[in-house]
């Protein structure tokens, strides 16, 4: 019973935790643009799609495969920029104008990859370890591939931790964050602060992407429908703008999902956690991740 | 040739024009005041000159004689043409250190750590809060902040907009002659936007009188004082 529980812990907030990274990518946007991107679990589909192209179809090796998928990415992240956002901006386009074309853009890669890949599922390769690979821990088993996302997911925090508090281009990011007009009053080039934003926006979803395959295979579902809500949900509970709490907050909804599913069905597992993410929207839309927090 | 000049600054908002062929000139080395009522369009002029607001055609910003009305804020700031806006504007949740750090985007970090030593040094109270996050901090003390990212850019001119703004006379009065101080002893050049005129003259050499979006009067600081009208003003009589 307990180990049931553990077991449950585990896996519920690996998931969890890369629910997290997909809503990153919708809060990197909204600190620094006010944007929220529809097409943003796009890049998850994305990444996984490239990864399985370099690794299994190219057999680049897994560093080489995963470096290119995430240097394609980052450029897709700043295409989206300068293809999709500052024209629109420039036109005097809003909020909508984004959502729309985002959301078209979402069905037209779903499309675009059915063309090119095919709609049925890919297997993914065994790269963060085969099903039966894991180790064991005072009596639970922890899967490899969960302890990899894990270790995915802390270094990526570190990194990205690093990147916003002891560089000047993510203090420069952070200025741009708060206040735009005061940023380029300090020398800051908001095009350069926003371009940042949207790389990484699209490179931690696409990590996330490379990190779920292994579990939703290397498929559609990757690009949108369930997985791209969660990321969403996870980013409202850390309030749009708190990266650690939508990571906070990806975890619980990953644990509330294997918790419904071992004490009541599966069937109703997205049902419980919408009713939850639903209440708390009512009770605090402003998230309760979303601490006062000292730094970004 | 002058360090910064504006030659025929119009701009209009809504079709109202808020200022109307504004020319202003600044030398080096000299503090030059623009004095007038709430509205007369001070705001305006320093966010014309940075690049905030795009002013309309025909209207010059140069500086040391190059035109710079056309280019965009950041590289405005990268000349040295330092805007300390109205209401601090300072990063709330950057600490104090880092907001003084963002400041040296324009020199480079390496450059910039005397120039951030200079102002814990001018303004004590922020060194001792450098790691608290700006927003925490009073409103005075936001205000030396601001001032400190300016001097932390290493400024060819500086542009400080009401700095006395909602703050409590005692921290006005250390602010200005924390300013006045620092300007005595780097020479720097400065336009300096105030309302209330008793705090900004005893610093300055030369004065502008806007009302209304026009220059109504320029002159020395003896010449504008000693102008009947400006004197009931801004004085209060006598």
Redesign the interface.
């Known amino acids: 019973m307990l180990q049931d529980i553990l077991q449950n812990i585990v896996s519920g907030a690996s998931i969890g935790a890369t629910y997290g990274l997909v809503g990153l990518g919708v809060v990197f946007l909204w600190l620094t643009i006010s944007r929220i991107n529809f097409a943003n679990i796009s890049s998850a589909m994305l990444g996984a799609y490239l990864f399985y192209s370099f690794y299994t179809q190219l057999n680049l090796g897994f560093f080489i495969s995963f470096v290119l998928s995430i240097g394609v990415i980052a450029l897709y992240g700043l295409g989206l920029r300068v293809f999709i956002y500052e024209p629109i901006r420039k036109r005097g386009g809003g909020r909508l104008e984004f959502v729309v074309a985002t959301l078209m853009l979402c069905t037209f890669w779903l499309n675009l990859i059915i063309v090119v890949y095919g709609a049925l599922p890919k297997p993914f390769p065994p790269v963060f370890g085969g099903s039966n690979d894991f180790i064991s821990l005072g009596g639970i088993r922890i899967p490899s591939l969960y302890l990899n996302i894990y270790l995915v997911i802390a270094i990526l925090m570190v990194f990205i931790y690093f990147i916003l508090n002891k560089t ?1 281009i993510g ?2 990011f ?2 741009a964050a ?2 735009r ?10 095009k350069v602060t926003t371009s940042l934003s949207f790389i990484m926006a699209t490179v931690v979803v696409g990590i996330a992407g490379i990190l779920l395959a292994p579990i939703y295979f290397v498929s559609l579902e990757l690009g949108g429908g369930s997985i791209g809500v969660k990321g969403f949900a996870s980013a409202v509970l850390g309030g749009l703008t708190n990266p650690y709490g939508t990571i906070l907050g990806g975890i619980s909804l990953g644990l509330l999902e294997n918790f419904s599913t071992l004490y009541i069905s599966s069937t109703y597992r997205d049902i419980i956690s919408f009713s939850v993410l639903v209440a708390v929207l009512i009770l605090k839309p402003s998230g309760i991740f979303n601490w006062k ?4 | 040739m002058f360090l910064l000049e504006t030659r025929d600054l119009s701009v209009s908002y809504n079709e109202v024009p808020a200022l109307r062929k504004v020319s202003i000139k600044a030398s080096k080395g000299e503090v030059v005041s623009v004095l007038g009522p709430n509205g007369a369009g001070k705001t305006t002029l320093l966010k014309i000159i ?3 607001v795009s002013s309309e055609p025909g209207s010059k910003v140069l500086l040391n004689g190059e035109e710079i009305q056309h280019l ?3 590289k405005i ?2 000349l040295g043409v ?2 300390v ?1 109205e209401g601090r ?6 600490s104090v250190q ?2 003084l ?6 020199i480079g ?1 390496a450059k910039a750590r005397p120039n951030i030593e200079k102002v814990y040094e001018l303004f004590s109270e922020l060194k001792s809060r450098k790691n608290q ?1 700006a927003g925490t901090l009073s409103g005075g003390e936001q205000q030396m902040l601001a001032i400190g ?1 300016g001097i932390v ?1 290493d400024p060819l001119i500086m542009m400080i907009d009401e700095p006395s703004m909602g703050l409590a006379p005692v921290i006005v009065k250390r602010i200005f002659e924390t300013l006045e101080n620092y300007v005595k002893d780097t020479g720097l050049t400065m336009l300096i936007v105030e309302q209330n005129a008793k705090l900004s003259l005893p610093m300055s050499d030369r004065v502008y009188i806007v009302s209304q979006g026009q220059i109504k009067l320029e002159g020395s600081v003896d010449e504008v004082k000693s102008d009947e009208r400006i004197r009931e003003m801004y004085f209060g009589g006598k």
């Open positions: 000047l203090k420069s952070r200025a708060q206040n007009e005061a940023a380029a009053l300090m020398g800051i080039d908001v927090r000292k730094k970004i | 940075s690049g905030l965009p804020p950041h700031t990268r330092i805007h806006p504007q300072v990063f709330p949740e950057l880092e907001n750090e963002v400041a040296a985007t324009r970090l996050m990212r850019s």
